[in-house]
């Protein structure tokens, strides 16, 4: 088991392109990191500097303490599973998984158990004397991991190990993986871009945005404290609301106005130290799934009713995306399945303690 430091890592591409800046994650033992962010944002080429393929810029790589800048990549004991799986056509799948053993100089019968190993933890027992092009792609998916399974290296890396595969696929694999990761304990790093993968998947998640780390956290912290407004809309499905809102005293407290809505929302108490001077107007993030049906029963004390033009249901099965207008700000609520019905006037409940503040300049969340 192996711990991960990175300290202050930059990388520049030419004088005029920096990819990764100031980059600190220290990565514990046993856990499983998933690096998220948009195309082009850096991930892969944070991985990479991981594994050893190309060097910093500046910063240091610390490998149980040590620092292995200076490493070269087949001394690193890092495996790495790339997104295309790397499997060499003209061998089978038990060379193809034996392979790296080969190039440690292994005896024979090591490998030949090696390979036995990791092919029945992965169920590909029945597949080891077919070539990659007989396989499926979530066979070549698993064949890729048994072969960086087979080193039993120190950390695993996994560059969108998922994303050559069908929606369906995709699921599966990454139970899989989860249950794989559960078994062995094995530090692991994980760059995605699909943030279902990252909160599925996780123990912390590290988000990337044009090199530049955002946040580091669990995936319930992510998603409930988001650092700033990028976090917020790039973690949850369907998107934060965000909404620019006036804190307004009124004679029950503070509350903020959307637009020209006629409701005002009391905001939670937890937000009003950090609401009563500064901040005139706010940008609120409010969850797809912070709303309910208004209109019958009691509201409760965190709760509020309000106005809504609902001008359009998409309905997914289970739940209903009711896209509607409040304040004349365009909004999305997920509702369980037929909670509303028609199109037009109706009343959304709110649960306004998970409301989140962002200072509007500059994105931070408040509180
Ligand atoms: N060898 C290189 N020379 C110059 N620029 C590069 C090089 N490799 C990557 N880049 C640039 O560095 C940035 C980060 O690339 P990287 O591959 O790390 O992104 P990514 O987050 O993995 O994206 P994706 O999700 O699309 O795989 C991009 O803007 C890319 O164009
Ligand atoms: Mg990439």
Redesign the pocket.
Known sequence: MSSLALNQINKN??PN?A?LKDINLHIESGEFLVLL??????????LHAIAGLHGVTSGEIRLDGKVINDLPCQHRDIAMVFQSYALYPSMTVSQNIAFPLQMRKVSREKQVAGVQGVAKLLQIEHLLDRKPSQLSGGQRQRVAIGRALVREPSIFLF??PLSNLDALLRVEMRTELKKLHQRMGKTTVY?T?DQIEAMTLATRIAI?DK?TLQQVGTPNEVYDKPANTFVATFIGAPRINLVDGAVVRTASGLTARFGNAEDVIPLPAALVPHLMHANPVCTFGIRPENFAVGGAGGVGDNDIDIDVIVELIEPTGSDDVIIFKFGGNEMTARLRAGSITSLGKNRLRLTTTKLIAFIKQSGNRIG
Request: net charge negative; charged share 15%.
């Open positions: 591409y030419g392109l990819v962010g948009p195309s082009g944002c850096g991930k892969s080429t944070l560059d969108e760059v871009h990337l090199g």
